[in-house]
């Protein structure tokens, strides 16, 4: 059994980048692509049942919309959603998923606004137990 | 944190909802959730010098804060048994519109965030003085507390936006902190007015702890009003349950843990601080009773530790404000009930976006306004009204419930018990606690700031956000006709027959 590509894609434009690279290393290597959306709904604050509703909505819509830009490509293409913070959640699927290698995408932002704002390649290249592809935003 | 959860890859998305079982949280972490959204020290450090200052009280603080436990337990078990038929993070707004109609509903809803956006002011005060305490400034002018206040409420805000969570881990140390402080700080106290008799320290009497010991009436309801304010926030605890990692659990007993340390933990810290300083010095500064009781009690430099755990929970209770009101809001939007926008999701952080900005603007737009017409003490008003407003909509959930379930009340007695007679009682407390309250506070010289029109401000200022809410729902009703044309519901009766084993007992 091949042992396929993990890429986390949330819909911004260096997660298209990540996808796209993604799709053609699945391409290349002729390895099924499993395509991310991950999210963690943390319990602190109380009530949050709809949130989740509506972050899973969010994880649907762009996840379709994922799978409309990898349309025709060969090769099988799956679409999941992790419910987990991303970066843990992406290294953990990868696990799961025996993959070969994890892609996503970066946004080309200085370090100290990554350390802020919270930089999910930074973070999964110390996390992840398997190789993980980092791609420019500006990637075609 | 504690959850980790993988749907396994298919070829479909999975849209199904699953509900959050999965995303089991441990029971002590369900503990920690519950204590730390109610936020201890700061609760004690806003509410118990108003409490002291509530005239004819006398020496029985720690009695009020021991009767208002048991209408406030009454009504968790409405937030359970509500939460279990509809786990909706519009909480009492959703429920209300299913139990009483979409017009109460949008005015419980419009309470929530009323109470939300009113406690933002003592917050930012509570966090601007222990700041300044903190670095060493005794009596900061109204300016700085202000500014520090402000940049409080921006920087928090902006954590809630980028969602920032702290871990259950760091969430913990925190919690552990805050008690470790309240605890060292009650017992240093008892054991010097025992040992040392410091001035103004009274030995504390178990007349204290009784209610009946109250000579006005009004004196106890409004202390009782106030007192609602400390349990705030636990109901986070409640509805956060049903997703406790084993299932087997008792329900609620999370809830009902959490319920009882802060229990005792009011009670240690009240009588330590009125047996140390005495009623006067806790009246006299209602804004900050313990930074200066921390200075005398445990001394320099230990006394900021005291301050720390403060802020610590303080910002704690600001982000356990920002959140659920965002939330409350992305659900009033998710229901059409208010414009769309609030029920936005920002595309990096996954944070409600538009509803956490929202809040923010709003209550630093009302901090301020409020501070301005400083000297009175109209934040000490917004926070009477607070109170007012939180009894509303802590009532009316205990009412829905017992609607939204009366075909069930009769099937068993523990239903009629649990889901009809507590959730009513505590329902029917808090109105009686409202009703007299408005009675006092719009009295003229009831508020601390001037009355406005000859009404006492604290009821002045819940007219006006009664008259806001009004005018924003018809607004609404005009624009957005679909929410207000839901009917009425009740509850499913398989939603009590599913629960799983060990759950029913």
Known sequence: ?140 | MDSVTLDQPSSGIQVEDKGLKKNAISFVSNIVIGVASTAPAYSLAATLGYIAAVSGLGLQSPAVLLVCFFPMAAIAAAYYYMNRADPDCGTTFTWMTRAMGPWLGWQGGWAIVVADVLVMPSLASVAGIYTCSLVGVNNPSTLAVTIIGIAWIVIMTVICYIGIEISATTQRFLLGMEFGTLVIFAVVALIKVYASHPAHSIEPTLAWFNPFAVTSFSALDGGILLAVFVYWGWDSGVTVNEETEDSSTAPGRAAIVSTFVLVGIYLLVATAAQAFGGVMSLAAHPNDVLAPLGNGVLGSPLDKLLIIAVLSSASASTQTTILPTARTTLSMARMKAIPKQFGNIHPRFLSPGFSTIWMGVVSTFVYVLLSATSPVNLIGDAFTSLALTIAFYYGFTGFACVIFYRRELLKSARNFLYIGVLPFFGGAVLTWVLIKAVLVYSKPHAGFAKPFLGIGSPIAIAILMIIIGLVLMIVQRITMPEYFQRRLEVVDPSVLADAPAGRAS
């Not at chain 1, 943390?42 to 049942?49: D, I, K, M, T």
């Not at chain 1, 987990?84 to 996503?104: F, K, M, Q, S, T």
């Not at chain 1, 930089?119 to 398997?130: E, G, I, Q, V």
């Open chain 1, 1 to 140: 059994m091949s042992r396929g590509i993990v890429v986390g894609y949330d819909g911004s434009e260096c997660a298209k980048s990540a996808l796209h690279a993604a799709a053609e290393v699945a391409r290349t290597y002729s390895e099924p692509l499993t395509i991310a959306f991950a999210y963690e709904v943390s319990p602190v604050g109380g009530e949050l049942h709809d949130y989740h509703l509506a972050l899973k909505d969010l994880a649907t819509r762009r996840l379709n919309e994922a799978k409309e830009l990898t349309a025709g490509a060969p090769g099988q293409i799956d679409t999941t959603i992790v419910e987990r913070a991303p970066a843990e959640g992406l290294a953990e699927l990868a696990d799961e998923l025996d993959a070969r290698v994890i892609v996503v995408g970066t946004r080309g932002e200085s370090a100290l606004r990554g350390a802020l704002l919270g930089s999910t390649s930074h973070k999964l290249l110390h996390l992840s137990r398997r190789p993980v592809l980092v791609v420019p935003i500006d990637y075609e």
